[in-house]
């Protein structure tokens, strides 16, 4: 299977994509602020376009965009709808049957749906109800789950696509996109929120034990993945955080803990400024 076949299956299950980096090309064609194509070390992953408006289901489009040259083929997770508008959730298992195990941990079943095998694992795809209020987080499936959620202005690399490893992602499980099952989208909903609308803490934990557990999350980052994990860690540090000093505090902490695991100053203060900028919005 090539991106260009991936792509093709994919649209024929009513799933949106857009071209990613391919590891094969000389330097990454991958854009975005922040990144560097000349010194990208985390090939094969990063979009080529600006892929919250820029994806496509039509097929003509698709050929014009992987046929004849090195691009692996994405998944637009927040512009894809089901046949009732349901949102589209992707389970990414660090190792196959974590989610299987995840479930069992919760006393719960594991619902077969489609699955792409990755580097590592799996995604395994699942249509959330329209209203779920689903993003990045793991919320309680976290302690639970060896591996990452996706959904909301999230994308994934797609079957047909060739991992930095060399490793090819492929189709798995060739069946129709199951709805994800009641307690999954439980777990991803009992994310703990740090503020009310009244702006009250209703999170239980001192900041300062908070900062720690945040710091902890971008020290446990895989290549790849660092970049992602900082955005999360410092919107997490800034919404819960008031104070100017507290809010600084947090941010030069972050910063040792993105350059400790690899990734430039540069690039990690770029990072903790947008969430700051977020978290200001
Ligand atoms: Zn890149």
Known sequence: MT?????????????????????????CTGIGRGHDPTECADRGKHPCVPFSRTYTSDEREAFRWFDGRHRNVAVAVGAARGPSGERLVVVDSDRPGALEAAAADLGEQHAPTMRVTTAKGHHDYYWAPADADLGNGLGALRGHLDGDVRAGRA????????????????????RPIAAAPGWLVAALQAAPRSTDRSGVTTVTAPPGRRLLALVRFVLESRQGERNARLYWAACRAFESLDDVGERSAAAAALTDAA???????????KTIDSAYRKAAR
């Open 155 to 174: 994308y994934v690399i797609g079957p047909g696509s060739v991992h930095a490893t060399g490793v090819l992602y492929r189709v798995a499980e060739d």
């Open 259 to 269: 350059t400790a695991v690899g990734l430039p100053e540069g690039e990690s203060r």
């Open 3 to 27: 991106p260009l076949d991936g792509a093709l299956w994919l649209i024929s299950r009513g799933l949106p994509v857009f071209p990613a980096d391919h590891p094969a090309t000389a330097r």
